[in-house]
Antibody
Framework: QVHLVESGGGVVQPGRSLRLSCAVSGFTFSAYAMHWVRQAPGKGLEWVAIISYDGNNKYYADSVKGRFTISRDNSKDTLYLQMNRLIAEDTAVYYC???????????????WGQGTMVIVSS | EIVMTQSPATLSVSPGERVTLSCRASQSVSIKLAWYQQKPGQAPRLLIYGASTRAIGIPARFSGSGSGTEFTLTISSLQSEDFGVYYCQQYNNWPPLTFGGGTKVEIK
């Protein structure tokens, strides 16, 4: 069974930092690019960031560029999202998702985690 | 950035009816278009990729068509479990990968 399990969400004050994790099981993590996608309360889906299967290439949405960092540890089958200088507009459910094409980047997302909620509030 | 526009915003449909959802891209995305279904409190589920290829385990009543800038998701005979919000997403020109605003399908 393929599973993606996010953790690390919570309530944080504006300007502070938070690190999300996504633990993966059931497939060869190191073979797939991975994404973070977020959804603000009552809103649609917003792509946040992508990291290539080997971690060498990373891209970000303009809304988080310079504040968020995506990373991965293929030895631990875990994806991360370091979120710095958080603002109220970052409040959302954050999903990790797998790129459906093995060895490729920037495609559809075939496997999703259940999401972790981040609330930025004073 | 490619802007994806979905219509209608909301659809009320009776079980058994045929449903057609539309997605338009602000510029050509070829066939690099995916559709997702999301139910309340759940993560999205991939339905269609490559504009017309059903993902694993997706029932045959779901079909996708289109290319370039105009795409359609069709549910041939709506089942009660098909309620939810449907999103399209382009992956031809990125970053950023972009989603449409969604179409909410309500069961009448």
């Amino acid at each position: 069974q393929v599973h993606l399990v996010e953790s690390g969400g919570g309530v944080v004050q504006p300007g502070r930092s938070l690190r999300l994790s996504c633990a993966v099981s059931g497939f060869t993590f190191s073979a797939y690019a991975m994404h973070w996608v977020r959804q603000a309360p009552g809103k649609g889906l917003e792509w946040v960031a992508i990291i290539s299967y080997d971690g060498n290439n990373k891209y970000y949405a303009d809304s988080v560029k310079g504040r968020f960092t995506i990373s991965r540890d293929n030895s631990k089958d875990t994806l991360y999202l370091q979120m710095n200088r958080l603002i109220a507009e970052d409040t959302a459910v954050y999903y990790c998702a797998r790129d459906y094409l093995e060895g490729r980047s920037g495609n559809a997302f075939d496997i999703w985690g259940q999401g972790t909620m981040v609330i930025v509030s004073s | 950035e490619i802007v994806m526009t979905q219509s209608p915003a909301t659809l009320s449909v009776s079980p058994g009816e045929r449903v057609t959802l539309s997605c338009r891209a602000s510029q050509s995305v070829s066939i690099k278009l995916a559709w997702y279904q999301q139910k309340p409190g759940q993560a999205p589920r991939l339905l269609i990729y490559g504009a017309s290829t059903r993902a694993i385990g997706i029932p045959a009543r779901f079909s996708g068509s289109g290319s370039g800038t105009e795409f359609t998701l069709t549910i041939s005979s709506l089942q009660s479990e098909d309620f939810g919000v449907y999103y399209c997403q382009q992956y031809n020109n990125w970053p950023p990968l972009t989603f449409g605003g969604g179409t909410k399908v309500e069961i009448k």
